[in-house]
């Protein structure tokens, strides 16, 4: 079974850096993209970034210039490096990837368990 897990949430004051780690384990034939998603309470998960095979990369305006989304085929694993946080960052951050677990199987679409980001101003 796929599994993807995070790391490198936790508090860190206004103006600092994270570096959020996803890798992804089990049956794995081909990745075509992974990303980064957040959510807090009251609010719709939301798109942060995603990087696909070819390494296009694609952000949210409100990150965009502040984080930087890149990832390690050899390790299937995904990095968001965050930059210059604000209070609004704070969130739980979801891993995502969209891959095939075997080459006859179809794209599926699997999530990570979540970190918690907190900003302090």
């Known amino acids: 079974q796929v599994q993807l897990v995070e790391s490198g949430g936790g508090l860190v004051q206004a103006g600092g850096s994270l570096r959020l780690s996803c890798a992804a384990s089990?049956?794995?034939?081909?990745?075509?993209?992974m990303g980064w998603y957040r959510q807090t309470p009251g609010k719709s998960r939301e798109l942060v970034a995603t990087?696909?095979?070819?390494?296009?990369?694609n952000y949210a305006d409100s990150v965009k210039g502040r984080f930087t989304i890149s990832r390690d085929n050899a390790k299937n694993t995904v990095y968001l490096q965050m930059n210059s946080l604000k209070p609004e960052d704070t969130a739980v951050y979801y891993c995502n990837a969209v891959l095939k677990a075997h080459y006859t199987s179809p794209f599926s679409t699997y999530w990570g368990q979540g970190t918690q980001v907190t900003v302090s101003s």
């Open positions: 089990g049956s794995i034939f081909s990745i075509n993209a």
């Open positions: 990087i696909t095979s070819s390494i296009s990369t």
